[in-house]
């Protein structure tokens, strides 16, 4: 059915066109031939067209604009029938005889534009009676495209001051009721549209209406550009009379888009001077216009005008712009009992930004923004409604942008608060927010009382904020997020000890808070961290006078191992087994031996009982071996305990080669460097052997299982051990020795029943070649390699 | 310097530690080449990695599995094992760059900072490779103090060192 309307329409539209241009083709003819009488005729008959009832607004005007353009051409002709003598007045008077009310006040506006311009009378008189007589057409869509041709031919003749029109000292207001009359019969036939018709057609009628609604807007504007009107004339006369006409008309429609209009036409200099006023409109508006766009956009456009220079700033403060504001808000949202959520925290929303942009010093305004958010969402539990918790996120948003600095966003009191109302899911999103501000600039976190603030914030990643198990939670969302509270815990620093011990202390009783889960993520940057501050404390020496309440390197290694011991509730034997060795190593730097000793014991103890895989064995051995290599601190006794259980786990890894390899890196544990006491050449030689003996097993298990010996590949690593600890000076290390493992891996590699390994050979070649060179270097080195013997090969 | 398309190769001694990191490399040159570290989550980065780059045969390990940690005549003996003219190794956060007989010694230090118990004041640092015939020199960058220093060190192949 609709279709077939539409059809029609397109026909009507057609036939006022050709009726249009054919009554124009004649009124053409006329003016040519100077012909007035004629000319009005047919023009009358050309304007009859616009008569019509059956256009939607949409082809009315193409039809309308058609004949704007034709009565510019007559417009011109009455012009020229004036200076050929014709009396102004009467053709003022003339083409009201035009038999139709509608075609007859086209004219006649037309004749007035006119006459205006002739200054025969003043513009305030033709105006008066122009706009009044328009009153004769009570049709809506016809009236409305009258209006505006008038309004569209007074525009430049309106008596503003300095136009040529000016008339005398109340010229102006003359010039506004014109405006102000004819914009509020417009708004008149705006809204008696709205209840033509059929009910079920109001869909259609509504959107017609928002089609037209730029014309009734147009007048405001008209109003915005008199130069004449200051700011007490539109304090006074102006906005009042605006205001009561969209109060009166009582349509949402025309409310809501007059509020905006309003709001964008004129200057923001003015709505901050008459902010109470149209403040006081909004209360008294329907209950459906959505006004918590409307003042969104008043408050925008205000933070705006403040950022655009500071000059402006004491205006808002003179007008107690914010507490205006604020209470307007709480009256809108006390008027509208049945306002949903998202209503109530987007005006919340918006009072906040400006208060940001206007006053971005006055936490409190900010804050107390939030308190009645927090007002406005008590009493509902953790919200639903989705758009209502993203205008809550970006509520809580706004300070972190504005201020860069979240510590600045932990002052505000009821920050928190509003945070509560948010759904886990929303919460972790809002932290996460959070952290990413504190990354992007680097906002340092300095005390323990704000990173336990910071962490009761983001509390919704640090635990499990509910019981239910969060089966639906992504793994590498939960990783990212885990990742980002991990960084935060680098990111803590304080350069006074006593602090940085306190915000540790703070941190680790939140994230033991965190479940298995989560650990693994959040304890090793904090043993980090922690150990960065034992490095700073190491150089101080222990103060025999101060007393026991002050950070020592002692109390955070108390606290180290707390920390690390709660990875066994995960379990997660191998990263404890690497933090327990780092904790060591610190503890030695610090001379802390039974610390010290400590730490290694319990790594030990990891390794005997939980680490089972064969490869992390081989990875745990050369970290243990390697860190107990570095030790200084510890004794004798303590030394050779821990020496021993080292060497006697080498020996027992799975994998012949691997035992191989560990055996023979227990040989540094006998020979340290720069320790001359620890320089036990024996024992390393013992090592060394032991080593040749797994080799050898090596061969005899391949050469049983496989029929072939395998590679000499680990020979010649052991030949490389021999070589270095004889350059070391290992006395009971001799080139004799040397010479015959040499002798023994030439013999092996051209033996049948050795494996081909390029790779050995390519090693063993290069070891002659450092051998060579060696022996060639000239000097002690030299003399040491002295009778060593190279094959050719 | 570091966008995409800039470098030919990232050669890596280990200890990215999550995923992201390997990502993130990517982004910058496909062909990445990783050795893994004692913390990284990625069970399948292998021990050592023997790749060659023009005349040159690289050698990469994160450094862990060498005993002493740093020590240069164990990194040396690895460097005849894996047969390389350039050995690159991490794990003591410390930049240096040993030249001997048997070639280049390498180690880019920590481009983190990151804290070492070797280690004392880390400064973040990595090292760009320019591999020309029978030449490479090595830039290294070095955050000191909030400041960026670079420092070139040139090495010269001869040839018989060269295919074994």
Redesign the interface.
């Known amino acids: 059915m609709m279709t077939g309307v539409a059809e029609d329409e397109d026909k009507w539209l057609a036939a006022g066109i050709a009726g249009l241009q054919q009554n124009a083709f004649y009124m053409h003819r006329a003016m040519d031939s100077n012909n007035l009488r004629d000319a009005l005729k047919y023009s009358a008959q050309m304007l009859s067209e616009l008569r019509t009832s059956k256009l939607s607004p949409h082809k009315y005007y193409e039809l309308y604009m058609r004949a704007f353009d034709e009565l510019r051409k007559l417009e011109m002709f009455f012009k020229e029938e004036t200076r050929r003598g014709c009396s102004i007045v009467d053709l003022y008077e003339l083409v009201q005889h035009a038999g139709n009310i509608l075609p007859r006040l086209y004219l006649l506006c037309t004749v007035g534009s006119v006459y205006i311009k002739s200054k025969e009378a003043p513009a305030k008189d033709i105006l008066k009676d122009l706009v009044e007589m328009c009153r004769g057409i009570q049709h809506p869509l016809r009236g409305l495209f009258l209006r505006s041709y008038l309004s569209q031919l007074s525009r430049d003749k309106l008596p503003d001051i300095g136009s040529e029109y000016e008339g005398d000292a109340d010229t102006i207001t003359d010039a506004v009721e014109f405006v102000i009359q004819n914009f509020t019969e417009m708004n008149k036939l705006w809204v008696r549209m709205q209840h033509q018709g059929p009910a079920r057609e109001k869909e259609r009628r509504e959107k017609e209406r928002s089609e037209l609604r730029d014309l009734v807007g147009k007048n405001l504007h008209v109003l915005s550009q008199i130069e004449g009107i200051d700011l007490d004339m539109y304090k006074d006369t102006v906005l009042p009379r605006i205001l009561e006409q969209v109060v009166n008309c009582k349509d949402e429609i025309a409310q809501y888009y007059l509020m905006d209009c309003i709001i964008q036409v004129f200057p923001d200099e003015y709505h901050l001077q008459t902010l109470e006023v149209l403040l006081s409109a909004f209360p008294q508006l329907q209950a459906s216009v959505d006004i918590k766009t409307v003042l969104s956009q008043l408050m925008e456009r205000l933070a705006s005008y403040a950022a655009l220079s500071s000059e402006v700033l004491p205006e808002f403060l003179q007008v107690e712009a914010f507490s205006k504001l604020n209470s307007a808000i709480g009256k809108v949202i006390e008027a509208q009992p049945d306002m949903p959520v998202v209503g109530a925290v987007t005006l919340c929303s918006s009072l906040l930004k400006f208060s940001l942009h206007v006053h971005p010093d006055r936490l409190d305004y900010a804050d107390q923004v939030l308190g009645s958010c927090v007002k406005q969402l008590s009493g509902k539990g953790k919200i639903e409604d989705s758009k209502a918790t993203k205008q809550i996120v970006a509520l809580l948003s706004a300070p972190l942008e504005k201020y860069n600095n979240v510590v600045t966003a932990l002052k505000l009191s009821n920050y928190p608060c509003v945070m509560e109302y948010l759904d886990n899911e929303t919460n972790k999103v809002m932290a996460t927010v959070i952290i990413q501000n504190i990354m992007k600039n680097n906002t340092h976190i300095s005390t323990a009382d704000k990173v336990e603030a910071l962490f009761e914030l983001i509390k919704g990643l640090i635990k499990d904020l509910d019981e239910t198990l969060h089966d639906e939670v992504d793994e590498d969302d939960f990783?990212?997020e885990q990742?980002s509270v991990a960084r935060l815990i680098q990111m803590l620093h304080n350069e006074d000890p006593e602090e940085m011990f306190k915000i540790i202390c703070v941190v680790k009783k939140h994230i033991l808070t965190g479940g298995p889960k989560r650990l693994s993520f959040t304890v090793?940057p904090l043993v980090?961290n922690s150990?960065?501050l034992v490095?700073r404390l190491q150089g101080q020496e222990e103060n025999p006078f101060g007393d026991d309440e002050s950070t020592s390197t002692k109390k955070i290694f108390q606290l180290l191992n707390q920390i690390v011991e709660a990875l066994s509730s995960i379990p997660a034997p191998d990263l404890a087994l690497?933090l327990y060795l780092?904790c060591a190593?610190?503890a030695n730097?610090c001379d802390l031996e039974p610390v010290a000793y400590e730490f290694f014991t319990q790594a030990y103890i990891i390794y005997e009982e939980e680490i089972s895989d064969s490869?992390a064995q081989v990875?745990a051995m050369?970290?243990i071996?390697?860190?107990l290599?570095?030790m200084h601190v510890f004794g004798v006794e303590n030394r050779d305990t821990l020496t021993h259980k080292a060497t006697g786990y080498s020996a027992k890894l799975l994998k012949k080669p691997d035992q191989c390899r560990a055996v023979y890196?227990c040989s540094?544990l006998f020979w340290?460097?720069d320790q001359d006491n620890l320089k036990d050449g024996e024992r390393v030689l013992l090592c060394l052997k032991r080593a040749l003996r797994i080799a050898n097993a090596a061969q005899q298990m391949s050469n049983a299982t496989r029929g072939s010996t395998g590679s000499v590949m680990l020979f010649?690593?052991i030949l490389?051990?021999y070589i270095?600890f004889f350059?070391k000076g290992n006395p009971q290390i001799t080139v004799a020795s040397i010479q015959s493992l040499m002798e023994l891996i030439t013999t092996e590699m051209q033996s049948d029943t050795t494996t081909q390994d390029p790779?050995a050979d390519?090693?063993f070649?290069?070891?002659l070649?450092?051998i060579q060179?060696q022996k060639q270097k000239g000097g002690a080195i030299s003399e040491k390699y002295g009778t060593i013997k190279l094959s050719d090969s | 310097m570091l966008v995409p398309g800039k470098i030919q190769h990232i050669i890596c001694t280990g200890n990215l530690c999550i995923k992201e990191v390997h990502d993130y490399l990517k982004t910058l040159c496909p062909d990445l080449h990783i050795t893994r570290g004692e913390y990284d989550e990625e069970t399948r980065y292998p021990e050592t990695k023997t790749l060659t780059i023009g005349q040159f045969k690289l050698g990469l390990c994160h450094g862990h599995q060498v005993i002493p940690w740093g020590d240069l005549d164990s990194l040396a003996m690895l460097q005849r094992q894996l047969d390389v003219d350039i050995l690159v190794t991490g794990h003591t956060h410390q930049f240096t760059a040993y030249k001997h007989e048997g070639g280049v010694v390498i180690n880019p230090g920590s481009a983190t900072g990151a804290y070492s118990s070797i280690t004392y004041d880390v400064n973040p640092s990595f090292v760009l490779m320019d591999i020309d015939g029978l030449r490479v020199v090595v830039y290294v960058y070095e955050l000191i103090d909030g400041e960026v220093k670079v420092d070139k060190i040139d090495f010269k192949k001869t040839t018989t060192t060269t295919a074994h």
Do not use: M
């Open positions: 990783k990212e990742c090793p980090f150990l960065k490095r690497r780092q190593e610190a730097d490869r990875t050369h970290l071996i390697g860190t290599q570095r890196a540094h340290v460097d010649v690593e490389n051990k270095y350059e790779a390519a090693f070649a290069s070891t070649r450092y060179f």
